[in-house]
């Protein structure tokens, strides 16, 4: 059996990418989707319906979610610059503690304010809350995995 070859820092950051590409994606869609939402809430109704005033705030915590997202990239960029062993190390750490501290904790409360929120329509808000429940687990998912395995290559690139 040939000897696996360990990652490169830059193949380990591009996976990374292209995982939050995909996360980017799907709030990509679920913004569409709540704004769809308010868009068709407001021509029926009202914008001032506790339904589109919902919708709207969903679709803004979103995009907040979505630069929250982006912001672990930054942090990869500045640790894949300065191209040191150390500074990695502690980059990765700080993108662990910011994607648990900060995403995460965001996400929740995206699910929290949806769940609290008055609604006029039972309906909407139970078709809309399923979706954007399975959105935001999906990304949950995304995000979750990632550090115990960030944590393996770590260990494996220290032991070098």
């Not at 687990?137 to 960030?150: D, K």
Request: negative net charge; aromatic residues 8%; charged residues 30%.
């Amino acid at each position: 059996m040939a000897a696996q070859k360990k990652p490169s820092v830059r193949d380990v950051l591009w996976r990374k990418k292209r995982a939050r590409d995909q996360m980017l994606d799907t709030v990509g869609k679920l913004c569409d989707e709540s704004w769809a939402l308010f868009e068709r809430i407001a021509a029926e109704r009202s914008a001032r319906s506790k339904d589109a005033i919902t919708a709207r705030e969903i679709t803004l915590r979103l995009r907040a979610l979505a630069y929250l997202i982006e912001g672990e990239h930054y942090i990869d960029r500045i640790a894949f610059e300065l191209q040191t062993k150390d500074v990695y190390m502690a980059a990765n750490e700080v993108a662990r503690a910011y994607v648990s501290e900060m995403v995460l904790r965001y996400l929740d409360a995206i699910l929290l304010f949806g769940k609290q929120s008055e609604w006029d329509n039972e309906t909407v808000q139970e078709e809309y809350q399923t979706s954007l429940e399975k959105g935001l687990e999906e990304i949950r998912v995304a995000l979750v995995p990632a550090a115990p395995q960030q944590v393996a290559e770590s260990e494996s690139t220290e032991n070098d």
